[in-house]
């Protein structure tokens, strides 16, 4: 099964990011074989619309199950439309949480996690002012 986790690193032995729209890294992984592939997240240092930006991404990879720390609405609506199981709370080091999740200790989640614009850079959709 293939299936895409958010990375603080590229390889297996990196923790999970909590974020999704803003994690380092989006690293699809053949849980069958341990094959997997690292990708740098595109939409990283985007304003707005990161969530839905790369939930776009995962569909395009053809996974069944997104595992992640947090995932907000719009990302959580595209995701599920696209048909996507969608896993958040997820923490710890890559090659553990692909082990749990093979165990079966994980559930899909039946809403977002967090509100729009969680994990945003401070100024970006929250209504802050920077000051210069």
């Known amino acids: 099964m293939k299936i895409l986790i958010t990375t603080t690193g590229d390889d297996l032995q990196s923790e999970v990011d909590p974020r999704f729209g803003r994690c380092q890294y989006l690293l699809l992984v053949d849980t069958d074989s341990m094959d997997f592939q690292a990708f740098p997240n595109p939409y990283l240092n985007e304003g707005r619309g990161v969530g839905a930006l790369a939930a776009q991404f995962v569909l395009q990879q053809g996974v069944k199950t997104l595992l992640t720390g947090a995932c907000g609405p719009n990302a959580y ?21 692909i082990e749990r ?11 977002p996690s967090v509100q729009s614009h ?15």
């Open 77 to 97: 609506a595209v995701l599920s439309a696209g048909g996507v199981g969608v896993i958040t709370g997820v923490s710890g080091i890559v090659s553990e949480v």
């Open 101 to 111: 999740f093979k165990a079966g200790e994980f559930r899909v989640d039946d809403k």
């Open 118 to 132: 969680w994990g945003a850079r401070p100024g970006i959709g929250d209504n802050s002012v920077s000051e210069s």
